[in-house]
């Protein structure tokens, strides 16, 4: 019953948004009568701050036309190369007239971004995304909204999300022999489950792994997040955020987790935060800073545009990541897609390098919980293990901003062309004969603490500083 009155009030409030964002362009247009009076810019200001707070947000274009590589502009093309029900996998491939550029784009490293299905669209990843593409080939999960998606396409879980992952990996191995991984916060989890059920039934596996503040194992420095889904039992969840899809929508009578309500957990999680930046649009608006302005509109267009997550999905991923840690415990199996259960084992894992990063004021994925992958992943050799803690970085500026391009993202670049060798690409034995030819030894990562400068992050130990 909250979703239709929550699309009743919306309903009702579009065409005062309408209005609001009218009368702003009334008032601040200086050919109108109205926009020479001395409080024009003011009222102007108000009405569009009352338009964005009113209007409804809908999903963000990834809007990435170009990137300069070694100075030459690179022209992408954004295209969907596996439609699924509840996910696209889309590619970014790039195109340019300059012989030695093509050449130098057929020989770079293909990675697979798994972008999180945990509230908001995959291009909150834009700037990851665009970075990366300067010295890789790009593909990125583009999580489907489940209002979205008919009844008729099936229901949607933890399994068929880590189930996906496969696919999309043996995809790119199909094409390119073999590729690198990079999860941002929530799939960490899955990514991990998804390359130890390949490396136990003994497949290829990707040549690296790259975690970005994800909560591997979410019993190490809790936060507000942690906190709420452990104090909280199943069935609260299940009686107070999950609803039924209205019938205006083509996944009518799906049980989702909507949008509104996650954004309206985001808001609460930092509302000062979030009424002071209001409060300075509104002062930018009335001085002209336009630069500021659209900072602000960039930032809060892709904020506010939230998805609706299926409720088994959701339910299952409280349960296994957050309130019975399955993946850290050894107990967590999943479904293939033949119906069968398989135990995840991250030890079986032996031809994948791994690095986890995390933010040093990470207030959403504590300290250690991605770092907890090197512990688990006990089975790759420990030259392979590496650990980076960007200093200053909170949860998004591990991947978005300064800090992510300035600071982690040359490491990860270093990373992952130090991984991508021909020899990785080759099929890797099966575990159990693995393990009788080489007993695995307990691992440490190489740490590293990166400061917020623009000199690329070196593999040196950071430990003796503490």
């Excluded at 809007?63 to 590619?91: M, Q, T, W, Y």
């Excluded at 990851?128 to 998606?149: E, F, G, Q, S």
């Excluded at 803690?389 to 800090?403: D, M, Q, V």
């Amino acid at each position: 019953m909250l979703y239709q009155i929550f699309e009743t009030q919306r309903t009702l409030m579009e065409p005062f948004a309408d209005f609001a964002q009218a009368a702003s362009k009334l008032y601040s247009n200086p050919m109108s009568p109205i926009g020479q009076n001395a409080m024009a810019q003011r009222v102007s200001a108000g009405y569009d701050l009352l338009y964005r707070l009113g209007k409804d947000y809908e999903k963000p274009e990834f809007g990435i036309k170009s990137v300069e590589v070694d100075g030459v502009s690179v022209a992408i093309h954004e295209r969907i190369e596996i439609n699924k029900p509840f996910c696209e996998l889309r590619r970014f491939k790039r195109f340019s007239d300059d012989a030695a550029t093509l050449d130098k784009l057929k020989h770079q490293p293909v990675v697979l971004i798994v972008a999180p299905l945990s509230g908001h669209y995959a291009t909150l990843l834009r700037d990851t995304v665009k970075t990366m593409l300067k010295d890789h080939k790009v593909y990125i999960t583009d999580w489907r909204n489940a209002r979205l998606v008919p009844l008729s396409e099936g229901e949607f879980h933890l399994d068929d999300y880590v189930n996906y992952v496969q696919d999309f990996i043996r995809d790119l191995q199909t094409k390119y022999g073999n590729c690198h991984v990079m999860s941002v916060c929530q799939p960490t989890v899955p990514v991990l489950a998804a390359v130890s059920l390949m490396a136990s039934r003994g497949e290829q596996t990707p040549l690296s792994m790259t975690m970005m503040g994800g909560p591997i194992d979410a019993t190490k420095s809790p936060t507000a997040v942690n906190n709420l889904a452990t104090n909280k039992s199943h069935s609260w969840f299940e009686n107070n955020v999950i609803y039924r899809v209205p019938d205006n929508f083509p996944g009518a009578g799906r049980r989702v987790y909507p949008g509104f309500l996650q954004h309206t957990g985001f808001v609460a999680m930092n509302p000062d935060r979030h009424l002071k930046s209001h409060y300075d649009y509104f002062k930018d608006l009335i001085k002209g800073d336009n630069s500021s302005v659209e900072s602000h509109r960039d930032f809060y267009d892709e904020y506010n545009a939230v998805l609706d997550m299926d409720a088994d999905y959701y339910l299952e991923t409280i349960n296994t990541v957050f309130q019975e840690f399955k993946l850290v415990r050894g107990t967590w199996e999943v479904k293939n897609p033949q119906g069968k259960l398989e135990l995840v084992r991250p030890q079986d894992i032996r031809g994948t390098a791994l690095l986890t990063v995390e933010g040093e004021l990470d207030d959403i994925s504590g300290s250690g919980q991605t770092e907890a992958a090197h512990k688990l992943c006990s089975g790759i050799v420990r030259q392979e293990h590496h650990h980076l803690e960007a200093k200053g970085a909170g949860h998004y500026g591990i991947f978005s901003g300064r800090r992510w391009r300035d600071v982690v993202y040359p490491h990860v670049k270093s990373f992952i062309l130090e991984h991508n060798k021909a020899g990785k690409a080759t099929k890797v034995a099966a575990p159990q004969k693995a393990a009788a030819a080489k007993k695995a030894s307990p691992v440490a990562a190489k740490k590293v603490t990166a400061k917020a400068s623009a000199k690329p992050v070196t593999k040196k130990a950071a430990s003796a500083k503490k």
